[in-house]
């Protein structure tokens, strides 16, 4: 059974950061790609970024390009979030997910076929 393993998430003033990791156990995604996505109260979940394995190419959403980025970590068959200069409004549950293909939209929930269980962001102003 494949588990997605969630660590980081924190408590940070805003301008400050914060780093997320994501362990796929069970298997690994060569084929497919890895991703964050995020849900602040009230809000519907919204895309962050994501990993292509397979192209090694790189996602983001408008609102976190040039102060998120993330990487991989091969040792651990893991995706990694580096968030800086966070701000009060990327307060939210963080979700790590996964997927077997690369073919669809990478910012379309829908396209992904495994979920963390989530990692709660908070950034103080």
């Known amino acids: 059974q494949v588990q997605l393993v969630e660590s980081g998430g924190g408590l940070v003033q805003a301008g400050g950061s914060l780093r997320l990791s994501c362990a796929a156990s069970?298997?690994?995604?060569?084929?497919?790609?890895m991703g964050w996505f995020r849900q602040a109260p009230g809000k519907e979940r919204e895309f962050v970024a994501a990993?292509?394995?397979?192209?090694?190419?790189?996602y983001y959403a408008d609102s976190v390009k040039g102060r998120f980025t993330i990487s991989r970590d091969n040792a651990k068959k893991a995706v990694v979030l580096q968030m800086n200069s966070l701000k009060p409004e990327d307060t939210a549950v963080y979700y790590c997910?996964?997927?077997?293909?690369?073919?669809?939209?990478?910012?379309?929930?829908?396209?992904?076929?495994?979920w963390g269980q989530g990692t709660q962001v908070t950034v103080s102003s």
């Open positions: 997910a996964a997927r077997d293909t690369t073919a669809r939209p990478m910012a379309t929930m829908s396209n992904y076929d495994y």
């Open positions: 069970g298997r690994t995604f060569s084929s497919g790609a």
């Open positions: 990993f292509s394995w397979k192209s090694g190419m790189t």
